[in-house]
């Protein structure tokens, strides 16, 4: 299946395989990490792993929007601070 959407996010590149492995273990169960190509602002199209939450999993979600730009000033430094699991990961 193709699907076409925008959507903002932030593309990391380069990461090795032992920091996806460590990010597997914290999406757990919920999501699953799927082969997918996207499109930057250039133009130009890339080959990418993304974080797709599992259908049994996506009541679990809510429809409130996630604001990137404040999530990478704020919501990393709380996380880190609240997530009682980081230090294992």
Known sequence: MQVKQTVDN???R???????????RFKG???ARIG??????SGKTLAVQAYAVRLKFANR????????EEFLRTGDDRFR???RGHQSL
């Open 10 to 12: 932030v593309l990391y």
């Open 14 to 24: 380069y990461a090795p395989e032992s920091a996806r492995e460590r990010v597997d």
């Open 29 to 31: 169960k919920m999501s």
């Open 36 to 41: 997918g190509q996207v499109e930057l602002n």
């Open 61 to 68: 979600l809510d429809s409130m929007e996630c604001d990137v």
């Open 81 to 83: 601070k609240s997530y």
